[in-house]
């Protein structure tokens, strides 16, 4: 088992990760920008190193300040959490170069799913359904038209290297082909560096269902169930919930049999997420996420395992704690994402929290690292925190959050609590009756 980890992020996933560093027994170090030196995980942190000013490029971005940082402190092994370096796959190679730990996946690994052309033949390879469209990259118009004919209309066009909704242009009719094909290649060459493009079937009302795997690095894989996280807004998740209110448990053992296969046969290590559409009973695979992500409690919740627990003891050699048959889905969890932001127009809110008070009670969890009298910092995301819900059923679930949302209190800014009080009282999302432009609709009707 490693000694002394050292946490390359901030806000409330470093303070998650820290949690379960302590529960292990494991030293931790956390690096911090100038911004950054009044958070709660620096607080709480066995050592602090302050790698940079503000802008994220100079300080949590900045891979030489972080390798530093753990030649310094001695530390062993790096947990990236999400965003900033934990997909990037030459910051996984660097520190295996240095026989620093990388906890994640191979850079290998992390490189196939960022080339989304890549990762979407990778998928096909290993047994997953796929979006119909084009094999790889399409350049010519001949060949889209072709492709677009077969597979039918509507077409989205997509980056290879875009992903989480980036370079994206979709095609109604054959009569939009041309324009979005070279906007699309054109977008991408300046956003990426990349223009490399391929052509899916346009899914219209899908919902986004995604699968918690595990590899443990020795063939192994296992899969968590499912997320919903299809009520969002611009890319942005705003709720997700385990189990999805669309599937049955057969659906489910088979979605996460077939993945659990694929991350076994693959050789993957760590914890991943296989992103799907799913729409009329089926499953089309879009992406894989190399890392934890945000809304990881949910399933915490429902199948009471520790997730970074699982990554740390995998990164470290020893396997996952689990087999498949031992994990249990029990309950419903709901998690809503707290953002210090307007709840109407989602402008971003930083500003001091003159009075943070946190629900609690049976089935409630708050991760956060702000407190009374933190100031938010204005260069980062708006993540606050996130409340997560459990009850032994989703009704249960939703009568718990509507109580643990009137207990929350966040003065001095704006959050978007607000916006969940409404969503806890709406219809359709009592009936689980969502998709993927649901949030928005609601959004633009004002109701
Ligand atoms: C799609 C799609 C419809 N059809 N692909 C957006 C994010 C990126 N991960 C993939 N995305 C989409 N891909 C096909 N073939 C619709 C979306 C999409 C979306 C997907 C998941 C969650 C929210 C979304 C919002 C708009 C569009």
């Not at 790698?51 to 030649?71: F, K």
């Not at 730990?101 to 080339?115: L, V």
């Not at 052309?117 to 399409?138: F, H, Q, W």
């Amino acid at each position: 088992m490693f000694q002394k980890i050292l946490i390359a992020n901030r806000g409330e996933i470093a303070l998650r990760v820290l949690r379960a560093c302590k529960e292990l027994g494991i030293q931790t170090v956390v690096v911090h920008s100038t911004a950054d030196a009044d958070a709660m995980h620096v607080r709480l942190a066995d050592e602090s190193v302050c790698i940079g000013p503000p802008p994220s490029r100079d300080s949590y971005l900045n891979i030489h300040q972080i390798v530093a940082a753990c030649e310094i402190t001695g530390a062993d092994a790096v947990h990236p959490g999400y965003g900033f370096l934990s997909e990037n796959a030459k910051f996984a190679d660097i520190l295996a170069a240095h026989n620093i730990t990388f906890i994640g996946p191979s850079g290998d690994h992390i490189r196939i799913m960022g080339d989304k052309i890549e990762a979407k033949r990778t998928a096909k390879r290993l047994g997953i359904p796929v979006v119909p469209g084009s094999d790889g990259a399409v350049t010519e118009e001949k060949e889209a038209r072709r492709i677009a004919a077969e597979i039918g209309y509507p077409v989205i066009i997509k980056a290879s290297a875009g992903g989480g909704g980036r370079g994206m242009k979709v095609a109604l009719t054959e009569a939009d082909l041309e324009i979005a094909l070279q906007t699309a290649r054109t977008e991408a060459g300046a956003a990426f560096g990349d223009d490399a493009v391929y052509i899916e079937k346009y899914l219209e009302k899908p919902r986004h269902i995604e699968v918690q795997v595990f590899g443990d690095g020795f063939g192994q894989g296992v899969h968590f169930g499912e997320r919903d996280c299809s009520l969002q807004r611009r890319h942005q998740k705003v709720w997700e919930e385990a189990p999805s209110p669309a599937l049955n448990a057969e659906e489910r053992a088979r979605i996460g049999g077939i993945c659990a296969k694929a991350i076994a046969d693959l050789g993957y290590s760590g914890a991943g997420t296989i992103e799907f559409l799913y729409e009329n009973g089926e499953f089309y695979f879009i992406e894989m996420n190399t890392r934890l992500q945000v809304e990881h409690p949910v399933t915490e919740a429902i199948t009471g395992i520790d997730l970074v627990h699982e990554q740390i003891r995998v990164a470290s050699g020893g396997g996952l704690s689990v087999r498949q048959e031992d994990i249990k889905f029990n309950g419903h969890a709901i998690e809503c994402r707290i953002n210090a932001e307007d709840p109407r127009t989602f402008t971003p809110s930083p500003g001091t929290i003159t009075h943070f008070h946190t629900p609690g009670g049976l089935g409630i969890r708050v991760d956060s690292g702000v407190y009374s009298g933190y100031k938010i910092p204005p260069y980062y995301d708006s993540l606050i925190g996130k409340l997560i819900v459990h009850g032994r059923n989703r009704v249960e679930c939703m009568m718990r959050l509507r109580r643990a949302l009137d207990e929350f209190v966040v003065d001095g800014i704006k959050t978007t609590l607000p916006l969940f009080r409404d969503l806890v009282g709406n219809a359709d999302i009592a009936n689980g009756d969502y998709d993927i432009h649901w949030l928005e609709k609601y959004l633009a009707k004002g109701e």
